[in-house]
């Protein structure tokens, strides 16, 4: 069992930056392939970022792409996601999630496909 914990998100202006940052105990951080997700008031959970076991592959929606860093520091058990240039559309619940299996198709990560879950940090992106 992993726990996640997210953290970082807020109220900002359009063209700032946020990190979030997303905490882990339980099993070992680095068995997993971790992964950021977000939901966008009425819209369904989409995939934003991925990064595999030791921080070296990364995969990223094309809307954040130039945009968005996904990283990991395994020695202390946190993902991370730095948003830069931030955009109202960027506004939504922020969640990462753990994976056995690390993707080499951006396409297959999906609910179905993580295994842990954390509960999200809203970030607001004001125009």
């Known amino acids: 069992q992993v726990q996640l914990v997210e953290s970082g998100g807020g109220l900002v202006q359009a063209g700032d930056s946020l990190r979030l940052s997303c905490a882990a105990s339980g099993r070992t951080f680095s068995r997993y392939a971790m992964a950021w997700f977000r939901q966008a008031p009425g819209k369904e959970r989409e995939f934003v970022a991925a990064i595999d076991w030791i921080g070296e592959v990364t995969y990223y929606v094309d809307s954040v792409k130039g945009r968005f860093t996904i990283s990991r520091d395994n020695a202390k058990n946190t993902l991370y996601l730095q948003m830069n240039s931030l955009k109202p559309e960027d506004t939504a619940v922020y969640y990462c999630?753990?994976?056995?299996?690390?993707?080499?198709?951006?396409?297959?990560?999906?609910?179905?496909?993580?295994?842990?879950w954390g509960r999200g940090t809203l970030v607001t992106v004001s125009s």
């Open positions: 999630a753990a994976s056995n299996i690390f993707y080499s198709d951006s396409h297959y990560y999906t609910d179905n496909s993580m295994i842990y």
